[in-house]
């Protein structure tokens, strides 16, 4: 590791230990960056040095539109009111509380450019859950919309940040507006090291309790230069547009470290759900789209209620995406979707395919500069077509801050992502399910995503999770948590259609033995099924 420009160590000093990191690899030439880095000076001051002062960077919610230059502007200010008034010291942990703004942005880039280390959350998180990131990566400052600060008020004494400063993200001037007033727009970049840490990204809580993930400045950038660079080929004219929290490293990547990288701008929206999307995409013509499954199946049977034709590449990730959903998409609207996994271990998709690449079906290959394959128990490679753990590594990787299941993710210095896939003999991977939706029930192995895309391809279905439940017979049956479509009513007819429907579509022994159905599925704010919570209530 480089020489720290961190006063404070928390970060390095609670890194795993070595000896328990995955294997690093930076195969491709672009991936090789200078021992000294700051990311932020490569987001947006490279623009401003290379005479792009004036290129739209950000364009917010309202239509206000910042160049490159008002970007530096803000993040310079924000940067010396972090230094200056608030004694923020290279190290030193940031929470950061907003929707998708511009000023999340700015606060977002200041943090980074002043040495800092950004750990930002989801909005809509309540005081116990913010108490446990406070608590865990010891923030010591916060910058807050005045909007969401009630939260913040009815912390826990003990882990209420020691400075914290509000903003409000549109027009009205709060207290760190009124503080950047005060101070130059000038401030020059920390002289971070490469692998300083400047992000703990909390993993989203699909599985219970969230685990913060270590990233470094170089690491903002090898995504770029992997997955956006190599699949999604971005030019500067493109718009983005993404329906993930900044929170969600999917969103960070999508909405904002894409488009900066090759000079592009990004949308920002506070408001993201499908009908804000569809609304905006007619309003503001992105190119390219971010959001997950669920949201391209809402908008597939509305494309006649907004004009969404300047989208030429849509991007699916969150979740596995259904070959029913791809293929609807595609008679619909002529454009293949970009499927992808990614984590917030690894910080963003490192196994996709574009264009031509695509085979429906099939999440992908590996992304340039990325290394996969598929793993029994023991770590033995497995053959084309057997199904096995999907193991990854690449120029990013999981370093959990202080948590012991670093030695489970991390195995033979290849990450192990938790899911199952199989992978054919032209490298093409295939998802199976998480390792943990894996039902055995009889002695067979049943994967719940292929039970829910099964459901899927029924009319009543809007949507569904299928998980296993305890059976003193069998060990497991089949679990479906069906959401219905409008028009139709929970009966037993109905579930014994569902489940002849399933019978038909896959093997047999696949069909969901019970059936509930429910109003809403759980989710994380990401838009992420919390099977772990089904799984409680198929306990239960």
């Not at 491709?28 to 792009?52: K, M, S, T």
């Not at 700015?106 to 990131?133: D, I, N, Q, T």
């Not at 759900?273 to 789209?289: G, W």
């Not at 033979?412 to 032209?426: I, P, R, S, V």
């Amino acid at each position: 590791m480089q020489h720290s420009a961190h006063q404070d160590s928390f970060a390095r000093d609670n890194l795993p230990p070595r000896s328990q990191w995955p294997e690093m690899i930076f195969t491709l030439p672009e991936l090789h960056y200078p021992e000294r880095l700051n990311c932020a000076d490569h987001f947006i001051d490279r623009h401003l040095r290379q005479g792009l002062s004036d290129v739209t960077a950000i364009i917010g919610p309202d239509g206000a539109t910042w160049s490159y230059a008002d970007l530096a502007s803000h993040v310079n200010r924000i940067c010396n009111v972090l230094v200056g008034r608030l004694g923020l010291v290279p190290g030193n942990r940031v929470l950061l509380r907003a929707a998708n703004t511009p000023m999340m942005v700015a606060c977002y880039f200041a943090v980074l450019k002043a040495g800092g280390v950004v750990v930002a959350s989801m909005p809509l998180l309540r005081a116990k859950e913010l108490s446990f990131m406070i608590t865990k990566a010891q923030i010591s400052h916060a910058l807050c919309d005045q909007r969401l600060v009630a939260e913040m008020d009815i912390l826990p004494q003990d882990s209420r940040p020691a400075h914290r400063l509000t903003f409000h993200s549109l027009s009205e001037p709060a207290e760190l507006e009124a503080s950047m007033a005060e101070v130059p727009d000038v401030f020059t970049a920390c002289d971070t090291a490469q692998d300083d840490v400047c992000l703990i990204g909390f993993t989203s809580g699909t599985t219970g309790v969230p685990k913060g993930t270590m990233h470094f400045h170089r690491d903002m950038l090898a995504i770029c230069d992997t997955f956006s660079r190599h699949v999604l080929k971005p030019t500067a004219t493109d718009l983005f547009l993404g329906s993930a929290p900044l929170a969600f490293t999917f969103g960070l990547g999508g909405s904002v470290l894409f488009p900066f990288h090759v000079g592009a701008a990004g949308l920002v929206l506070e408001r993201t759900s499908p009908p804000d999307l569809m609304a905006a995409i007619a309003q503001f013509r992105p190119s390219i789209l971010f959001t997950a499954p669920t949201t391209y199946r809402f908008m597939l049977a509305r494309l006649g209620e907004a004009d969404l034709s300047s989208l030429c590449k849509c991007v699916s990730a969150g979740e596995a995406l259904p070959k029913a959903t791809s293929d609807a998409w595609f008679e619909a609207t002529g454009m293949r979707l970009i499927d992808g996994i990614g984590g917030t271990e690894m910080l963003h998709i490192f196994i996709s395919a574009a264009g031509d690449d695509i085979r429906p079906g099939a999440t992908g290959r590996a992304v340039p500069g990325f290394e996969a394959k598929v793993v029994d128990e023991d770590g033995n490679t497995l053959p084309s077509g057997v199904l096995g753990r999907l193991a990854v590594r690449g120029p990013t990787g999981c370093r959990y801050l202080a948590d012991d299941r670093q030695a489970k993710f991390v195995q033979g210095g290849w990450n192990l992502t938790g899911d199952t896939y199989t992978m054919d003999e032209d490298g093409y991977f295939w998802y199976g399910a998480r390792s943990d939706d894996m039902i055995v029930s009889s002695g067979y192995n049943i994967a719940g995503p292929e039970v829910e895309a099964a459901l899927l391809q029924h009319e009543a279905v809007l949507e569904c999770g299928v998980v296993g439940a305890p059976d003193a017979e069998r060990g497991h049956v089949v679990r479906a948590y069906v959401v219905l479509r409008p028009g139709f009513s929970p009966s037993a007819e109905l579930t014994a259609y569902l489940q002849k429907h399933v019978r038909d579509s896959v093997a047999p022994y696949k069909y969901p033995r019970q059936i509930e159905y429910l109003q809403i599925l759980p989710r994380t704010e990401t838009g992420k099924v919390q099977r772990f919570k089904l799984r409680e209530m198929a306990a239960g």
